[in-house]
C-alpha cells in the first residue's frame, strides 16, 4: 500500500504507532507528505503533534471519538477532517487506517491519508444545484420526489412532504406513499405506473387522484413521472412532481354543480311560464288584455330574479322579495311584521315567492281590501317548525268575499308556485277577507 499510494499520487501512506500510555508516533510517513500537508516526512516523523494540530480545532473531538472507537474494537478507522497547512490553506482529508495490536500492546495503524477536498466540493455543488432546482420546482408549487427502485431509496422534498401532510422527519417510501393514496384511486395509480415502467426506454405518466393526509384531510393531486430503464430494460430511476390541485377539483365541483342548478331553475321557470301563458291566454278578455296580464306577472317574477342575481345566486332577504314584489302597489294600506326582516329564503325560491306575493295583490286589488279606500293587508310572521318559516296574509275592511265558483288559474297559481322548493300555501276566502298562510323552507 505504501508504494502504490505514492506511484499514483493517490495520497501519503503512513505507519502511526500508538501506546497504551496515549503516546503515538509515526513509524513510516510516505514522501507524498509534503505534497499532502506541506512538510517533510521527516517533520511528522520527529514530531507526530506537527501533524495532529493541522487538523482544525472544531473537528479534533469527532477525530479523538472515532480514533478511540477504533481501538476499543480494533476496528478499520475512517474519518474526513479538515486540515490547515503551514501556508493557512485549509484542505479537506480523508484518514483512514487498519489497526494491528503489537505483543507489547502498542497498536500499528497502517493508514492512508488522501486530499477530498475537491470531491467534497463538487459534492456540495451538486447538493446546491438540487437545492436551486428543488427551489425553483416548489416557486411554482410543485413538490419533487426521487425513487432509486433498486436501492428502494425515495425522498421528498420539503413541499411534497407538506403537500402529503408528512414532517420533515416523517419516513418515506413506496408504500407509505400508497398508504396515503386515497383507497378508490390506489389501483388507478398502480395502473399508471407500471404502464410507463413496462415501455422499453421507460416512459412518463402523469394523472390526477385523491390523498388522505394523516390528519385526514381529502386533498387532489396532479402526480407527473418518468422512469428511466436501464439497459436491461428493469427499471433504474423514477422521479416526478407533485401539484395540489384540490382548490381547482372544488371549482370544477361547484361548477357541475351550478350548472346542474341552473338546468334545473330553468326547467322550473320555463315550467311556470308556460303554464302562466296558458292560463292567462284562457282568461283573457282581449289582446290588451292578455298582454297586460302577461306582462304584469313576468315582471313580478322578473324583479324577483332580479334579487337573486345581485346575491349571486345566493339566499336573499324575504322582506326584498316582498318589497320588490308588492311594490307597484303602494304600500300605505300595506302591514309589515317587522320580524320577517330576518327571514332569509334559498335563492331559487325568490322567483315563485315573487310570482305568489304578485297574485295575492292583484287579487286584493280587484277584488279584495285594496278595491276600495278601507282596506288593508297585514303580513305576519307566523309558527314555523325548525328550518321552516310562515307568515300569513290578511285582509280585512274590504267588500265582502266569496269563494270562487271553481278556481280559476289565480288559486291553482297560490298552490304550485312555491311546491318545487318545498313550500306550501293554504289559503280561505272569508267573507271579512281573503286569509292566506305560506310555509316554506329558509336558510340559517
Not at 517533510?40 to 477525530?63: G, K, N, Q, W
Not at 330576518?342 to 278595491?371: D, R
Amino acid at each position: 500500500m505504501r508504494w502504490s499510494a505514492d506511484a499514483t499520487a493517490l495520497g501519503m501512506a503512513f505507519v502511526l504507532e500508538t501506546r497504551p500510555d496515549g503516546s503515538r508516533r509515526f513509524v513510516f510517513a510516505g514522501p507524498r507528505c509534503l505534497g499532502v500537508n506541506g512538510v517533510e516526512a521527516e517533520t511528522i516523523m520527529a514530531d507526530a503533534s506537527v501533524f495532529f494540530d493541522m487538523i482544525l480545532p472544531e473537528h479534533r473531538a469527532a477525530y479523538a471519538a472515532a480514533e478511540a472507537e477504533a481501538l476499543a474494537e480494533l476496528q478499520p478507522f475512517d474519518i474526513e477532517v479538515a486540515m490547515r497547512h503551514v501556508d493557512g490553506e485549509v484542505r479537506w482529508r480523508r484518514i483512514a487506517a487498519l489497526l494491528r495490536r503489537q505483543p507489547d500492546g502498542a497498536v500499528f495503524w497502517d493508514g492512508l491519508q488522501i486530499d477530498v477536498t475537491d470531491r467534497r466540493e463538487m459534492a456540495a455543488e451538486l447538493r446546491e444545484q438540487r437545492r436551486r432546482l428543488e427551489v425553483a420546482v416548489e416557486a411554482t408549487g410543485l413538490g419533487f420526489w426521487e425513487w432509486e427502485i433498486g436501492a428502494g431509496k425515495v425522498s421528498w422534498s420539503d413541499r411534497n412532504r407538506m403537500l402529503f401532510g408528512l414532517g420533515p422527519d416523517d419516513p418515506v417510501s413506496v408504500e407509505r406513499y400508497l398508504e396515503l393514496v386515497h383507497p378508490e384511486d390506489v389501483e388507478q395509480v398502480r395502473a399508471a405506473f407500471l404502464a410507463a415502467r413496462d415501455r422499453p426506454q421507460g416512459g412518463v405518466y402523469s394523472l390526477e387522484h385523491r390523498i388522505v393526509t394523516p390528519q385526514g384531510e381529502v386533498r387532489w393531486v396532479l402526480a407527473h413521472g418518468d422512469i428511466a430503464n436501464d439497459a436491461s430494460g428493469a427499471p433504474r430511476l423514477a422521479v416526478g412532481t407533485s401539484l395540489d390541485i384540490t382548490a381547482r377539483k372544488l371549482a370544477e365541483e361547484r361548477r357541475t354543480l351550478l350548472m346542474g342548478e341552473l338546468a334545473h331553475r330553468s326547467k322550473n321557470g320555463i315550467a311556470i311560464l308556460m303554464a302562466i301563458v296558458s292560463q292567462t291566454a284562457r282568461g283573457a278578455e282581449s289582446v290588451e288584455h292578455f298582454e297586460q296580464l302577461i306582462m304584469a306577472r313576468l315582471q313580478a317574477m322578473a324583479a324577483s330574479q332580479d334579487l337573486v342575481t345581485a346575491s349571486g345566486g345566493g339566499p336573499v332577504g324575504l322582506g326584498d322579495v316582498i318589497g320588490t314584489a308588492l311594490a307597484p302597489f303602494g304600500r300605505t294600506r300595506i302591514d309589515l311584521d317587522p320580524a320577517i326582516g330576518e327571514v332569509i329564503i334559498p335563492g331559487e325560491m325568490a322567483p315563485g315567492m315573487g310570482l305568489l306575493l304578485h297574485e295575492m295583490a292583484t287579487n286584493a286589488v280587484k277584488y279584495g281590501a285594496l278595491s276600495n279606500n278601507l282596506g288593508r293587508v297585514d303580513i305576519a310572521l307566523d309558527p314555523a317548525a325548525e328550518d321552516r318559516a310562515a307568515f300569513t296574509w290578511r285582509e280585512a275592511n274590504g267588500p265582502p268575499v266569496a269563494s270562487p265558483r271553481q278556481p280559476g288559474f289565480g288559486t291553482r297559481l297560490l298552490q304550485l308556485a312555491l311546491r318545487p322548493q318545498g313550500g306550501e300555501v293554504g289559503f280561505a276566502f272569508e267573507p271579512a277577507g281573503f286569509h292566506a298562510r305560506v310555509e316554506f323552507p329558509t336558510v340559517r
